[in-house]
C-alpha cells in the first residue's frame, strides 16, 4: 500500500503521515494484529494539544486497555469519528482510512527524528 | 513454559499463545468474539488440559474430603458432580473445584491449573491419619471440554450415542480410540456440553477426531479469551478474580453451594457459619456498564462519591452487547438496579448493578 511508504511510526506502535499541511496518526497493522478484536476506542477532543509521547486516547480489545500516545507534539484537527460508532472498523487495517486522529503540528520536525520507517519498524516489532 | 499434549494442534491452527498459570496456551485461534459467538450458537472445542486431576481413594474418603469443603460430599451419589470450595481456617478459599464420585471410596476432583500445587499441598497437609491415598495424576492425563448446542450431537457421531451420554452434572467412564476416558456433562460457558479426560498419548488424536467429525455442526477450537467471556456472561467465578485465599465462598456469592445443615467438621466453618447467619458486608455483585465504558480487573467501583470496592473482571458481553462485569462492595444497603460508579482512567462511568444472570443459561438440568 502507497501509505506505508510515506508513514514513521513510533516504539509505541503508533504511526504519522503527512497530508497537505496536517499529519494523520493511526495504529500499526502489527498493533492491531496484536490487540486482537478491537471493541472500544476513545479519542481527543478537536482543539485540544499534546506533546510527545502524552496519552491521547485509549483503544481496548476484548482482553485489555492500551493507552495511545502522540508519536509528535501537536493540536487535534479532527477525529475519525466512525471509529467512535464502529470500532471494529480498526480490525480491517486500512491504513488511509483508518487513522484516529489527524493533528497539526509545529514540532514535527525535531519530534519526528527518532521514528522509525515502517519497514525498520516492522523488523524491530517482531 | 510448559506445554500441553495439544501445542502442536494449536499451533498448526494459527492460535495465538499466551503464558496462562505457567502453561503456554492458545488464547484465540481466529477472534474473540468469533469464537464466543460460535459456542453459544454451535459448538466449540477447548484444550484445558492443564487443569489438575487429583483422585482420592480409600476407606476413608468420604470422611477425608468432609473436613476440606463447606459442601456435604455424603449427598453426592456415584457417578454424579458436586461444585466445592476447598476452605481455610479463616474460610477463606484455597481453591474451587469439582468433586466426581466415581464409585464408593473413589473420587475425582478436578481443580485448577494455577492452584494445583497449592491443592496437592493442602490435601496432603490435612491428610493426617485419614486411611486414603491421595494421587496426582494431571502428569499422565489431558482434557478437553466440547461446548455448545451441538456437543451432543458431535459426541454422538465419534461414537457416544445420546442415550448412553452421563447426564447433566455426571460422569461415567466410556471407551474411545480404544481407550478408557471419563466424559462428564459439566463445563465452564453456561452451555450443554462435555469435559473429556484422556490420556496425554491419545489426546491429538482425539482433538482432531472431535473437530473433523463437527466439522458439519459448525465446530471451531475455542482459546482462553472466549472461556474468559463465556464463563463471565455465565456469572462464573474465576479463581485469581473472584476467588482467593481471603474471600469466603459466603461473600463470593456462592452460598448456594453450601449446604447450611452440614453436620460434619470442615476447615473455617465457624466463620462460614456465623457469615451464612449474620450476613457480610463484603459482597460480590454483578453490573452492567450504563455509560460507554469497560470496566476492568481492579478498576475501583464508586457509590455517592466514595470508593466502595473493586471490579475483579470485566468485558463486553458479546451475546447481549453490552459491558457488563463482577466485583466487591463493602456496602450492605445497595441493590439491584442501584447506580455505581466505575473509575475508569480517573474518571467515572455509571453501572447497575443487576442480577448475575447476564444471559440465560443451557446447562442446567437433573
Known sequence: ?126 | MAKTFLYNNHIKLGAKMVDFAGWEMPVQYTSIIEEHNNVRNNAGLFDVSHMGEIFVTGKESLTFLQILVPQDVEKLIDKKALYCQFTNEKGGIVDDLLIYKLKENNYLLIVNASRLEADYEWLIKNKSNYDVRIDNKSDIYSMVALQGPKASDILSEIGIKKENQPKTFHIDEYKLLNEDVFISRTGYTGEDGFEIIIKNEKVSELWELILEKGKPYGIMPIGLGARDTLRLEAAMSLYGNELNENTTPVEAGLTWTIDKDKKQNYIGKNIIQNQLQAGTDKRLIAFKMTDKAIARHEYPIYSDSKEIGYVTSGCIAPTIGQNIGLGYINNKNLKINDTIQIMIRNKLYNAQITDKNFIKKHNKGN
Open chain 1, 1 to 126: 500500500m502507497a501509505v506505508k511508504d510515506n508513514i514513521l511510526c513510533s516504539k509505541s506502535h503508533e504511526y504519522i503521515y503527512q497530508e497537505g499541511s496536517n499529519y494523520f496518526i493511526g495504529l500499526t497493522d502489527y498493533a492491531i494484529e496484536q490487540l486482537g478484536d478491537i471493541v472500544f476506542v476513545e479519542l481527543p477532543e478537536v482543539g485540544s494539544s499534546y506533546t510527545k509521547g502524552e496519552i491521547f486516547g485509549t483503544i481496548e480489545s476484548v482482553k485489555a486497555a492500551s493507552e495511545i500516545y502522540m508519536p509528535v507534539g501537536g493540536t487535534i484537527v479532527e477525529i475519525n469519528e466512525q471509529l467512535i460508532e464502529k470500532p471494529e472498523l480498526l480490525n480491517e487495517n486500512e491504513f488511509d482510512e483508518m487513522w484516529l486522529i489527524k493533528i497539526s503540528s509545529n514540532t514535527y520536525e525535531e519530534d519526528s527524528a527518532d521514528l522509525l520507517n515502517y519497514d525498520t519498524y516492522k523488523e524491530e516489532a517482531e
